[in-house]
Nanobody
Framework: QVQVVESGGGLVQAGGSLRLSCAAS????????MGWYRQAPGKQRELVAA???????NYADSVKGRFTVSGDNAKNTVFLQMNSLKPEDTAVYYC???????????????WGQGTQVTVSS
């Protein structure tokens, strides 16, 4: 079994900062990449930022220059530093572990339960 757990959400004023953390645990052999998605009410889930095991980064245009994704392959963790937050960043943020191979030889993607980020104006 694989578990993905996020932490670090909360309420912040516009212009403020938050740092999200995520850890994948369980019978993991390897992970291809980890990332953050978000879903605002009435909208589809969208990619925010992701990092591969090789260190390649991908950001949504709306967060470039404000958010920074980082990770630790050895610890199966990923972080999202969010600066200059805007009210439109308000959403539930989900951690994703992609291309996870377990000790049983199973390949799958896994999601965390989500953490609420609310940015007040």
């Amino acid at each position: 079994q694989v578990q993905v757990v996020e932490s670090g959400g909360g309420l912040v004023q516009a212009g403020g900062s938050l740092r999200l953390s995520c850890a994948a645990s369980g019978s993991i052999l390897s992970i291809n990449g980890m990332g953050w998605y978000r879903q605002a009410p009435g909208k589809q889930r969208e990619l925010v930022a992701a990092i591969t095991s090789g260190g390649s980064l991908n950001y949504a245009d709306s967060v470039k220059g404000r958010f920074t994704v980082s990770g630790d392959n050895a610890k199966n963790t990923v972080f999202l530093q969010m600066n200059s937050l805007k009210p439109e960043d308000t959403a539930v943020y989900y951690c994703n572990a992609a291309g996870v191979v377990t000790t049983s030889g199973i390949w799958n993607n896994y999601w965390g339960q989500g953490t609420q980020v609310t940015v007040s104006s």
